[in-house]
Nanobody, 124 residues
């Protein structure tokens, strides 16, 4: 059983940067696909970025060029570097992992393991 814990959320202003981290325990995530999703108030859970075990990353259009996903298979962690933050990035950000998921599908239902979420609030 994999446990995921996010950290690094907080308050930011437009144009600021934040770095989210996801620490995994209970199993090695070396071969897992991993992803970040977010959920804004009143909206559904949205794929933000995903990364294969190889390190190849996928992004939704609104964050491409601003966000960067990475992983450290030795440390069992995944990060999301968020630059040039915008108010529309405000949401709870969730870390997800699955041994069989294809992150290019960008589907929440493909991921079995989830963190508890970390709040990111960007003010204008």
């Amino acid at each position: 059983q994999v446990q995921l814990v996010e950290s690094g959320g907080g308050l930011a202003q437009t144009g600021d940067s934040l770095r989210l981290s996801c620490a995994a325990s209970g199993a090695s995530i070396r071969t897992y696909a991993m992803a970040w999703f977010r959920q804004a108030p009143g909206k559904g859970r949205e794929f933000v970025a995903g990364i294969k075990s190889s390190g190849y990353g996928y992004y939704i259009g609104p964050v491409r060029g601003r966000f960067s996903i990475s992983r450290d298979n030795v440390a069992n962690t995944m990060d999301l570097q968020m630059n040039s933050l915008l108010p529309e990035d405000t949401a709870i950000y969730y870390c997800a992992a699955d041994p069989l998921a294809d992150p290019s599908r960008a589907l929440a239902n493909d991921f079995a393991y989830w963190g508890q979420g970390t709040q990111v609030t960007v003010s204008s």
